[in-house]
């Protein structure tokens, strides 16, 4: 079992900088691939971006590339997502997600809304 939780959200302006983090608890947080999700208000919830287990592969969603970077600190068991560039349709509720073989746990979201 895995607990996420996320931080970080909050009210910024369009072309402005957010740093979310998730913290997981327990000892196996580096046998996770670990994914940033977001879900904006009417909308299903998408695929922002994907960290391997090392933290040496990453890849993202088209919309985001060039402007979001995810990262992990394992011995920290906390994953990071840095939103730089950021647009009003980035507004949305952010989750990670802990994936491991048929395992996924989700976190609660943390909300982020991006104004003009």
């Known amino acids: 079992q895995v607990q996420l939780v996320e931080s970080g959200g909050g009210l910024v302006q369009a072309g402005g900088s957010l740093r979310l983090s998730c913290a997981a608890s327990?000892?196996?947080?580096?046998?996770?691939?670990m994914k940033w999700f977001r879900q904006a208000p009417g909308k299903q919830t998408d695929f922002v971006a994907g960290?391997?287990?090392?933290?040496?592969?990453?890849y993202y969603a088209d919309s985001v590339k060039g402007r979001f970077t995810i990262s992990r600190d394992n011995a920290k068991n906390t994953v990071y997502l840095q939103m730089n560039s950021l647009k009003i349709e980035d507004t949305a509720v952010y989750y990670c997600?802990?994936?491991?073989?048929?395992?996924?746990?989700w976190g609660q979201g943390t909300q982020v809304t991006v104004s003009s």
């Open positions: 960290i391997n287990r090392s933290g040496a592969v990453t």
């Open positions: 997600k802990a994936v491991r073989l048929l395992s996924e746990y």
């Open positions: 327990g000892r196996t947080f580096s046998t996770y691939v």
